[in-house]
């Protein structure tokens, strides 16, 4: 029962929350603007940084972002994001098994048509449409999360921002590649234009936010993100311009 009351309620703030997001998009180019502006403060870093992001999309250009590695690649990174989801959600994490396409593209087991074959036993309920469960790999960086993690045990600091602007241009890039082409193994979602605009595209703002911030300063970045979003608001409010 709690798992279908999170569910609805989920699925009820799908389009509150896209424009909520829509409505942060100024506060969120302010915090680009000014992360982009603290580049010249780590100039190691923010080179490291850019190179990855360039040499990813290099890469993105030649017969290595078509070939079958990436596309399974992808389509293994996208049911892992949509496994953590679910269980973040306390539903039924099953969207790793066999698949049928609902109306958001997510997935579930079927034998209906073929009377020939057994039926399974039961299946836990799935919850059908979760908009945020279906979008996940959309704006969660799962695979860049876990390469930062791997580098860190591994490599130094500039090297990690290295690595995070991979991870921040392969994040990129595999939204548009699951987008505009079939996933191995997934059926991609088609969702209304007016979504992709109002709730992904900022998202995946703050992903390259929080990547960059993180790339040149660390957890300190990360730190300083809630106060950078909220610096337009600072700016316009009486105290500060009186004093």
């Not at 996940?136 to 960086?141: G, I, K, M, V, W």
């Not at 992903?207 to 106060?227: R, T």
Request: a positive charge.
């Amino acid at each position: 029962m709690i798992a279908k009351h999170i569910d609805r309620t989920v699925r009820g703030l799908q389009w509150p929350i896209a424009y909520g997001m829509a409505a942060l998009s100024p506060l969120i180019l302010t915090a680009l603007a000014l992360w982009l502006a603290r580049s010249t403060s780590y100039p190691l870093y923010a080179t490291m940084f850019w190179l990855g992001v360039a040499g990813t999309f290099v890469l993105s250009r030649s017969s290595w972002v078509s070939s079958k590695i990436l596309n399974k690649a992808i389509g293994y990174e996208r049911r892992f994001t949509q496994a953590i989801l679910s269980f973040l959600l306390l539903q039924p994490t099953s969207v790793i098994l066999g698949w049928v396409r609902t109306r958001l593209g997510i997935q579930k087991p079927t034998h209906a048509s073929q009377p020939d074959k057994p039926l399974p036993p039961p299946t836990p309920w799935l919850a059908d449409d979760n908009w945020l469960i279906a979008t996940s790999p959309y704006f969660l960086p799962t695979a860049s999360i876990v390469l930062w993690l791997l580098s860190a045990l591994l490599l130094p600091a500039f090297v990690r921002s290295f690595i995070l602007g991979v991870g921040v241009a392969y994040h990129l890039l595999s939204v548009y590649f699951q987008i505009r082409h079939s996933v191995a193994s997934t059926t991609n979602s088609q969702y209304p234009k007016r979504f992709l605009w109002l709730f992904l595209i900022p998202m995946n703002l703050l992903v390259f936010i929080a990547g960059y911030a993180f790339a040149l300063d660390g957890f300190l970045g990360l730190q300083k993100l809630p106060s950078d979003l909220l610096t337009p608001i600072w700016l316009l409010m009486p105290n500060s311009t009186a004093s």
